[in-house]
């Protein structure tokens, strides 16, 4: 059996254990919540949500890019920029909110909300990539920490003007190694817990708000002067040496109104809207900060909605703010070709060297911690089975500590590549990839109008969800086309592989919700007023006793459907009223497995009646819906062959699968049968009333399909389309015989069944023209576009014997039909049936017109037993009755 990711409970009554869980005790443990829960979700809306986030976002963009971008595009375009960035992640903050106030939030934040929404694929999938993100961003910040503290003391070979202390030695293995010490500072306090994060992520946090209070100052109290530039990636002599810090001046504004492009000083590239709008989006991509503590807050569901809203609200007015005073104070040369120049213009310069280290380290420390939780997220689904397994482990605490070093281990891996330039670039698309796929669980909650989805929080519709989704997939092509089709194309990689190699989950995502909104829709779109016989296909209601002794004409029929509908019923017999619950639910898993395993397309419908014959007419009458509905009957011969189980030599079903099935043993030919032959009839009977075609399949144990034959093979399907039990009115052109011919050839086309061949039986007898006979048999299957050899088989013997017996009266061995008043003998039938076998010794498939049944309800036995004589060692035989016109000649 597949493996069930979580515990049954919590996953399909999440409600219920919420609400129970203070007074329910688990294996001998004391009613009331566990301590270590309790100890593990205690971080606030501040500390969890609110610091984390806006540390996030301002990273190093506030101290260090901030002022490159309004140098290059200007203070319209810049303020233009903030306005489409924010609105972008605005539409995705209303999705993280309508999902994170719609139930109780577990560890793993987008992760979490992704794939109970839309499914592991999805989920999974997306949980890497924003793990993968997470682990590169950490080391992002850390490798531009460490330039940052190298750029300030460390020893050049040229002596820099602008370093006043120069006292750590410079390299890649240096270099290596303060970034290794850093992490490990990151490392130790994420594995102490979430709590002593918070606490350093707030100290960190108050340093920030401190240099940011003193850069707006700055602005007011510092008099214009001179700034020293850095010497430029051309190295060209000619390059300024200083730019001006003008203070507030009005020309200075002006001049820093439009945009001005020009080559960045540290890569010598020529900057652009697109180049710079993506550099300032960097800073804008924390927003999941706070979401990745799900796990560890009080109220994941109060907290995240409002802590992420009030960190982008004030990170926006920040940043729009600080370019206006920027756009006044500064001149352009200034702001673009001096990355840091914060520093020079504040009243106290380590204050802002003081700020930088703080957020860089902050936002490290939060993609390390948030990689952790994503990891341990994924381990405890097991999606990846032992892979992740260690993963889950936590401390006493609920700290999942193998996942943080796991975490850390891949971050310093990654920061063995020095730079990360082109990765930045990937890491920025991973996480718009992301809150696109926010946006998408979002809206198909919202499409999929199911009555559970009613969230708390209500500012957001359908139309914010499709914005987000349209701003971040231009994003990412915007930032760069060749990274973005790579990671699509990763993530869907990733999306095919847990398609086929993840466990089933009982998370309840929002495909089947969909998939009924649709099927609902277009169901009442369906009306059957509007049928036509050109559109006509077979819609079969297959009556299986037990599926053990049926796997062949289960397989037979689902090729025979032709994309229509195909319901497998079966009638339990017993009597509700001494019951103490229906039983039917317990046996529907084990038909659905079968079904799955089979891989037919087939639904269940299974009723509890007191004969199989009324359970049968049930379900005639009820399955199907609207204009969906069988349109014929499909039932195993009454015979008394010997039944096989064929179940425990299928190869798709391992022998812990047939043992887990809940299906009866198979009976033995001498055991009673569930239905006499006068109610097998009936059957027929109440079918043919309520204008349902009925198919009789005998023998189909012995069936070879196609595929079991060998692509080389070339099937055989044997047409009879008479009457054999009428030799009196033999004719080709009724309805029966028309639905019989629609039949076979609809099985030919099953894609299974292409290479077969039709052959088509046309008894002739010498005073009748059979040429001519031929000749419209062969018009009439031209005009019904279908492909088959004629094969004329003169049979006046067997009709001549016929004629004998009737003259000579039968005293019994008759059968009268509706309306007629012709009769025929067992030595007939006798003859008819060796008269076939004659005519194809193997077929793979034999189709014989079923005659109605009679009129006379004590005649039916006597009707079954001619049909049991008619197709006695046939091999695999349908017997075909149709009501309905189903064949046209109408273009």
Known sequence: MPRNRGAGVSERSPLLTYRLCSSISVEGEPPGPRPAARAARKLSTFLGVVVPTLLSMFSVVLFLRLGFVVGQAGLYQSLGMFLVAYFII?????????????????????????????????????????????????????????????????????????????????????????????????????LVGASIYAKATFLIFLVVMVVLATVCISFFIVHPHAVLLPSSHSGNGTDFISANYTGFSLHTLRANLASGYSV?????????????????????????????????????????????????????????????LLSCTCDR?????????????????????????????????????????????????????????????????????????FSWALVQLVLFSGKLNTIAAVVTIFFLLVYATVDLACLALEWASAPNFRPTFQYFTWHTCVLGIAGCSIMIFLISPIYASASVAFLVVLLVALHYLSPSSSWGDVSQALIFHQVRKYLLLLDI?????????????????????????????NDLKKSGLYVLGHVELDDLDSLPGDPLPAQSDSWLQLVDRLNVKAFVNLTLSDTVRHGTQQLLFISGLGGMRPNTIALGFYDDAASQDCLSQEPAFRSEDVAWLNFPSVLGSGSPKRLSPREYVGIIADAVKMLRNVLLARSFQELQLPQALGWRAQPLIDVWPINLLRPDSARYVDTSSLFLLQMACVLAMARTWRRARLRLFLCVERGTQPRGQEDKLRQLLKDLRIQADIHTVPWDNVVAL??????????????????????????????????????????????????????????????????EVLTRGLGPTLLVHGVSAVTSTEL
């Open 90 to 190: 605005g539409m995705t903050v209303l999705s993280v909110c309508a999902i994170s106030t719609n139930g109780a939030l577990d560890a793993g934040g987008a992760y979490y909300m992704i794939s109970r929404a839309l499914g592991p694929e999805f989920g999974g999938s997306i949980g890497i990539m924003f793990f993968l993100a997470n682990v590169c961003g950490s080391a992002l910040y850390i490798l531009g920490l460490v330039e940052a503290i190298v750029d300030d003391f460390g020893i050049s070979a040229e002596n820099s003007p602008g370093r006043a202390l120069q006292v750590l030695p410079t390299g890649y293995w240096f270099d290596l190694l303060y970034g290794t010490v850093l992490l490990l500072i990151c490392l130790f306090v994420c």
């Open 264 to 324: 960045d000083y540290t890569t010598g590239r020529l900057m652009s809207f697109s180049t710079v709008f993506a550099v300032m989006f960097n800073g804008c991509t924390g927003i999941m900060a706070g979401s990745n503590m799900s796990g560890d807050l009080k109220r994941p569901s109060y907290s995240i909605p409002r802590g992420t809203i009030l960190a982008v609200i004030f990170t926006y007015v920040v940043y729009n703010i600080l370019a206006v």
């Open 333 to 405: 040369l200034l702001l673009q070709r001096d990355y840091g120049f914060l520093k020079d213009i504040n009243v106290w310069s380590p204050l802002v060297t003081i700020g930088i280290y703080c957020s860089t380290l902050s936002a490290s420390m939060s993609n390390l911690i948030g990689a952790s939780r994503i990891l341990y997220a994924l381990a405890k689904d097991d999606l990846f089975g032992k892979a992740l397994a260690p993963a889950n482990r936590t401390s006493r605490g609920e700290n999942p500590w193998v996942a943080v070093v």
């Open 529 to 557: 007023r509007k049928e036509h016989v050109k559109f006509w296909r077979p819609q079969v209601l297959l009556m299986v006793r037990n599926p053990r002794t049926s796997l062949q004409l289960i397989r037979f029929i």
């Open 802 to 867: 016929h004629w004998h017996n009737h003259q000579e009266g039968r005293d019994g061995n008759a059968i009268n039909f509706p309306g007629n008043v012709a009769c025929v003998s067992d030595e007939y039938l006798s003859a008819v049936n060796e008269l076939i076998q004659q005519q194809s010794t193997a077929p793979t498939v034999r189709f014989l017109y079923l005659p109605r049944p009679p009129a006379d309800t004590s005649l039916y036995a006597r009707y079954l037993d001619q049909l």
